[in-house]
């Protein structure tokens, strides 16, 4: 498994032209997912790494887990009320290198129950018609008090 660090590729990108940068990034574009096969996309790899150093609604990290991906997530506020480290995933402090934490992941841990407890958690916290129906019941006690 091979894993470009962002280093690596702030070091390549430095290196091209505009021209070249253009054309990267129009290659890129081509390969959008649309929304209706992000589940699919999702479903076809293990492990979905995300090391941003800020986050409000970490939409894409509860696609991940519903699709059973193994998380590996930036240890930030937002992240941390989603993932439990090591039980439905696993945060990433910024000074800890990702290849070596997915390694011991890999090596430590037993990725079907971290995938399917993701999965619960998901299902159990954030299904749509679960939210709804909480939304629908704050509505109604809304309107008895008026």
């Not at 091979?2 to 990267?24: C, F, G, Y």
């Not at 696993?90 to 993701?118: C, G, M, W």
Request: proline share 2%; hydrophobic share 40%.
């Amino acid at each position: 498994m091979r894993i470009a660090s962002l280093l690596e590729i702030k070091k390549d990108l430095k290196q091209k032209t505009k021209q070249e940068l253009i054309e990267l990034i129009l290659k890129l574009t081509k390969y959008k997912v649309e929304n209706k096969e992000l589940l699919t996309k999702y479903c076809e790899y293990k492990f979905f790494i995300q090391l941003s150093i800020y986050e409000g609604n970490p939409k894409t990290i509860l696609e991940a887990m519903s699709a059973g991906c193994i998380v590996v997530v930036s240890n930030i506020p937002n992240n941390e009320d989603i993932v439990k480290d090591g039980i439905n995933g696993f945060l990433i402090s910024h000074d800890e290198n990702p290849v070596e934490k997915i390694k011991n992941i890999q090596k430590l841990h037993d990725l079907h129950l971290i995938s399917k407890n993701a999965q619960d958690y998901i299902t159990n916290n954030h299904d749509l018609n679960l939210i709804a129906k909480k939304e629908f019941s704050i509505l109604n006690t809304l309107l008895d008090r008026n």
